[in-house]
């Protein structure tokens, strides 16, 4: 026992002592002494987080005024402290609204719209402020611009923690040379220690917005971005929720606001991918779960007691042709049945009343049809009350057998069976309601209340698998019910059936959320985007189908690029990214580098030592997540949450994009062996044709067609006769591959041609000729470019289609 509980009997008052310490704190308050949790844990980092947070803001800005961003970060010492100042282009912000979006957490626009964004909870760049303010003790200065205006508005204010509002101390119109944008100028206690990390976000982020032109300018160095494309992020628009991505509290609460009346105009009213049918589906699986399935059995046959003689019996006085016709009809539509539940039997009396009504005139009222109903009931049934063993002998009993000696191992012998079944119809006769509804969680303790009972009675096992089966079968063959659903102001009063309903659109089918609203980068902007920044040799990307988690649609794309420039020693470049913003730390606890480890990257050609992790060698690995949601780890969005639907088509994304490097690199090794065994037969092939020139006393042959031959290359050759005053040129391309080969053939000649093969053409420049030519030649086929020049021409050949390692070529 505690010190204070041991003393609370002796101090009267004291739970009134501690109510009056307590007292609500505002966002702000909170987050001035949890700076960590977004990102402002260090000097370093809080310099870097700042910077992340006001330029994805400006880009947000841009982007959704259908403005290409420019924006200029620049960074200075001064004194004791750093100066962040931020500008861009974007559309400004009015006089109104300013203050708020700086001076206030949890203060935006994106929050509440179901759409992709860089930002979403408003916190980021009011939290720049607040920790400015709170290390340097200086205001933040803002200038901002809308389009049109003729002067900007100047605002410095600091974050009043308290009461989570800005406070201003100056505010006047001010001239800004800018047309439109907003400027922001922080100081704050910081150092340049995470200088690398700085130039990482600034360079990640020009890779996943080739549409946007970056500078930074920081004490020791200064970058510049270019734009790769002027082709802005599609448009997104904003959706509603989806049926399996809500929770309990979250239906109650739409329940209170919808102004729809019924379930079917809330559900295709407030979700989206839900129409009619859709919602006709969500209603049955909710049927299914308030109201419960009916157990379906299978009306009497022709030797059995029938339905007809049963309705005939409790029909009175209603005479004898029409009481025939009544009951006749009623038996009629039950034998066309394979099997029927209580209200399809309710409806067929209601016909055969309605029929025979209208052809005879005789009235069947309420309480004839009930009767009707009743004993056509208890015929289907088989439940005789004055039997001593009516169960034993009833249809139950009989239907149930079959279904579960369907449903159970044939290791249960006709005995067993027989007896489970006996105590399951048991439940069924027993159940205050006759028509035999049940939930399937009453079904489930029907089940195993008669197999605890044959366990014990007949000393056999009936496992759980033999009673899951047992259920699913008989839930099966149970129908849903076609009562009303309640009117929404119900259910936003019965908990119980808002979380049926909740149950219910979680169970159907829906069609995953439209991808209308997010930008995904697309693979050729991201392949642009890795070429502008990484000097590689090879360059691939991917982008997947959209996926959904938790209800919120997703799409991840991935890149790589190998070789060139990047850095050939130690591990993989592995660039992270969500909703085009670039994760800079906890790289370590990101499902993106827990994906990447997991791969077999031997399979695709790279080195990883002990055949998991991060592999080795000159390879930039770039992996891009937008959703709606992302599921990030903190509130300082470093790092994606190990979601496996996202994990999943994170590795989909990556191994597509690998597939592109497994064959580029086969292909290399394979131009590599081959230019190695070229070098030892050119090293070769001289000696040898030098040898046999000597033995047989006749020229020296040439080799080059040799080596064509024996290496399945192709051979361009040049033939040059005299011929008068000029000369006659022919190129001979012969195919000794076994694939056809399209080539691009370029004789570059000093002098004028003439009489030019058909298909050629020729192009002058700088008094020199280009002959063009594109042929296609089979394999083990050739073909010719022929021309005239004069006979002071010179020549050179360019040929391209074909890998140099694959190409002879020869001029006689």
């Known amino acids: 026992m505690t010190s204070l509980q041991s003393t609370l009997g002796d101090e009267p008052g004291i739970a009134e002592e501690l109510a009056s310490n307590q007292r609500a704190i505002s966002i702000a308050e909170f987050f001035e002494k949890n700076k960590h949790m977004l990102g402002f844990d260090s000097g370093a980092r809080g310099l870097v987080t700042a910077v992340k947070e006001a330029v994805d803001n400006a880009l947000d800005a841009a ?178 929720p989806h049926p399996h991505g809500v929770e309990l509290g979250t239906v109650i609460k739409m329940l209170n606001a919808t102004d729809s009346h019924s379930v079917s105009g809330f559900l295709q009213n407030e979700f989206t991918r839900v129409g009619k049918k859709t919602a006709e589906s969500v209603i049955d699986a909710f049927r299914d779960r308030h109201f419960g399935r009916e157990m379906t059995w299978r009306p009497p046959a022709g030797h059995e007691r029938s339905v007809s003689s049963a309705v005939t019996e409790a029909t009175v006085n209603k005479g004898q042709e029409a009481t025939a016709a009544f009951a006749d009809g009623i038996d009629d539509d039950l034998s066309s049945r394979e099997r029927v539940s209580h209200h399809e039997l309710v409806a067929a009396v209601d016909a055969s009343a309605d029929a025979v009504e209208a052809d005879t005139g005789t009235t069947f009222g309420t309480t004839v049809r009930e009767n009707a109903v009743e004993a056509a009931w208890g015929a289907t049934c088989g439940l005789e009350e004055e039997a001593d063993d009516a169960l034993e002998e009833s249809r139950l009993v009989g239907d149930l057998y079959d279904l579960v000696d369907g449903a159970t191992s044939t290791r249960k012998d006709d005995e067993v069976v027989h007896a489970f079944a006996v105590r399951l119809a048991g439940k069924f006769a027993d159940e205050e309601d006759q028509r035999h509804r049940l939930t399937e969680k009453t079904l489930e303790a029907f089940v195993d209340r008669a197999a605890e009972l044959t366990e014990e009675y007949d000393d056999v096992t009936f496992g759980e698998t033999a009673r899951e089966n047992v259920v699913e079968a008989v839930w099966a063959v149970m129908v849903t019910v076609p009562d009303d659903p309640p009117l ?34 697309s693979a050729d902007l991201i392949e642009a985007g890795l070429r502008k920044e990484f000097d590689a040799d090879f360059y691939a990307a991917a982008t997947r189908d959209a996926g959904v988690s938790g209800g919120d649609p997703f799409v991840v794309e991935a890149g790589i690029a190998y070789g060139g420039e990047l850095e050939a020693e130690g591990s993989a470049n592995i660039l992270r990214f969500a909703n085009r913003v670039p994760l800079v730390y906890q790289r370590g606890a990101c499902a993106t580098t827990d994906v990447v480890k997991r791969i077999g990257w031997r399979n695709y050609g790279l080195d990883q030592p002990g055949g998991s992790g991060v592999p080795n060698g000159p390879v930039v690995i770039m992996v891009h997540v937008a959703s709606t949601n992302v599921p990030f780890t903190s509130e300082s969005k470093d790092a994606v949450a190990n979601v496996p639907e996202i994990e999943d088509e994170i590795e989909l994304a990556i191994r597509e994009a690998s597939r592109e490097l497994k064959r580029y690199l086969n292909k290399r090794r394979s131009m590599q062996k081959r230019r190695q065994k070229q070098t030892v037969l050119g090293a070769i092939l001289p000696e040898m044709a030098t040898k046999v020139a000597e033995v047989t006393g006749n020229p020296e042959p040439n080799i080059d067609d040799a080596i064509a031959r024996i290496m399945n290359n192709v051979l361009v050759e040049r033939h040059v006769e005299t011929n008068g005053d000029g000369q006659a040129v022919k190129l001979v391309v012969e195919n000794h591959s076994s694939t056809n080969e399209s080539l691009e053939i370029t004789d570059i000649v000093t002098a004028e041609p003439t009489n030019l093969s058909d298909g050629a053409s020729v192009v002058e420049m700088d008094g020199e000729w280009f002959v063009s030519w594109n042929p296609t030649v089979g394999g083990g086929e050739e073909s010719a470019l022929s021309y005239d020049v004069s006979s002071d021409a010179a020549f050179d050949v360019d040929v391209k289609g074909v890998e140099s390692e694959k190409l002879t070529v020869t001029e006689n």
Not at 139 to 157: D, H, N, V
Not at 180 to 195: F, S, V
Not at 489 to 512: F, K, N, P
């Open 63 to 240: 982007e959704e005024a259908g403005i290409l961003p420019d924006i200029y970060v620049e960074i200075r010492e001064e004194g004791d402290y750093y100066r962040l100042i931020v500008e861009d282009n974007g559309p400004g912000l009015t006089k109104e609204s300013l203050p708020k979006v700086f001076g206030k957490l949890l203060y935006g626009s994106r929050f509440h719209r179901r759409e992709q964004a860089r930002g979403q909870q408003g916190i980021g760049i009011s939290a720049a402020v607040l920790y400015s303010q709170l290390t340097s003790g200086k205001p933040a200065k803002i200038t901002s611009r809308t389009q049109g205006a003729a002067q900007a508005e100047y605002f410095e204010l600091i974050i009043d923690t308290d009461e989570n509002e800005p406070e201003i101390s100056v505010e006047k119109a001010t001239r800004w040379d800018r047309p439109h944008g907003t400027r922001i100028d922080l100081e704050m206690e910081a150092n340049m220690r995470a200088r690398q990390q700085l130039h990482d976000y600034i360079k990640h982020t020009a890779v996943v917005n080739p549409h946007a032109r970056l500078e930074l300018r920081e004490p020791q160095e200064h970058f510049k971005f270019e734009r790769a494309t002027d082709q802005l992020p599609e448009e997104t628009e904003e959706i509603r």
């Open 488 to 521: 929404v102001r119900e259910l936003a009063d019965d908990r119980d059936g808002a979380s049926d309903l909740v149950e219910g659109m979680r169970a159907t089918d829906i069609m995953a959320p439209p991808t209308r609203c997010l930008s995904p980068i």
